[in-house]
């Protein structure tokens, strides 16, 4: 049972970038998914997540109207979409799904589980 992110990368300020999550073992519809990241010195910090149905959504303060959480059409993958990326943006970005809940209101990390290494996403400036 694991999670897998991928799509970081070096970016320009104002940039995009789309991560992805993809399950391996187990089904990602059956779970809220959470994204989060951590930078260097800093709490991990939750940045989106989305719920089992896909039909509600949760963003921190910080990305709100940048970035964007969606389910793939094929089962089993999670997407972040990075626009208008920031400096403050850099991280390592994980995903993980709720154990505790279908639905996505909050980002407590002890509600989390099946994390995946991270992807990093590095500005280039």
């Known amino acids: 049972v694991q999670l897998v992110e991928s799509g970081g990368g070096l970016v320009q300020p104002g940039g995009s970038l789309r991560l992805s999550c993809a399950a391996s073992?187990?089904?990602?519809?059956?779970?809220?998914i959470g994204w989060f990241r951590q930078a260097p010195g800093k709490e991990r910090e939750g940045v989106s997540c989305?719920?089992?149905?896909?039909?509600?959504?949760n963003y921190a303060d910080s990305v709100k109207g940048r970035f964007t959480i969606s389910r793939g059409n094929a089962k089993n993958t999670v997407y972040l979409q990075l626009n208008s990326l920031k400096p403050e943006d850099s991280a390592v970005y994980y995903c993980a799904a709720n154990t505790i809940e279908t639905m996505c209101v909050t980002f407590s990390l002890n509600e989390y589980a099946f994390w995946g290494q991270g992807t990093q996403v590095t500005d280039s400036s």
């Open positions: 073992g187990f089904t990602l519809d059956y779970y809220a």
């Open positions: 989305i719920s089992s149905s896909g039909g509600s959504t």
